[in-house]
């Protein structure tokens, strides 16, 4: 059974730096793909940022294209999403998702949409006051 479990979120303000992690754990020699999502009340489910396997290929919304950073550990099945400069419209309950992939054929692909992932972590909120 893969679980995905979440860390860290919280209350930050304008301008503020906060660091979000998720571990995967499940069957031995498996390997992931993985991202984060964000859902802000009243609004759909939207991409925020992705990271290939390898940790080689990275892809992030527009919205948050130069303020947040995804890294990956994949001897550990862990990312993190590290968002400085924070904005009040960053104020969302943030998911992480996890695809398996094979390494030698998917390694290096990230994922963009919620379909092509297959687990989801239990979400965790974040709230920037200005």
């Known amino acids: 059974q893969v679980q995905l479990v979440q860390f860290g979120g919280g209350l930050a303000q304008t301008g503020d730096s906060l660091r979000l992690s998720c571990t995967v754990s499940?069957?031995?020699?498996?390997?992931?793909?993985m991202g984060w999502f964000r859902q802000a009340p009243g609004k759909e489910r939207e991409f925020v940022a992705a990271?290939?396997?390898?940790?080689?290929?990275?892809n992030y919304a527009d919205s948050v294209k130069g303020r947040f950073t995804i890294t990956g550990d994949n001897t550990k099945n862990t990312v993190h999403l590290q968002m400085n400069r924070l904005k009040s419209e960053d104020t969302a309950v943030y998911l992480c998702?996890?695809?398996?992939?094979?390494?030698?054929?998917?390694?290096?692909?990230?994922?963009?949409?919620?379909?092509?992932?297959?687990?989801w972590g239990q979400g965790t909120q974040v709230t920037v006051s200005s």
């Open positions: 499940g069957p031995k020699f498996s390997s992931y793909a």
């Open positions: 990271i290939s396997w390898s940790g080689e290929s990275t």
């Open positions: 998702a996890a695809v398996a992939v094979s390494p030698v054929s998917s390694g290096n692909y990230y994922y963009t949409l919620e379909a092509q992932y297959d687990y």
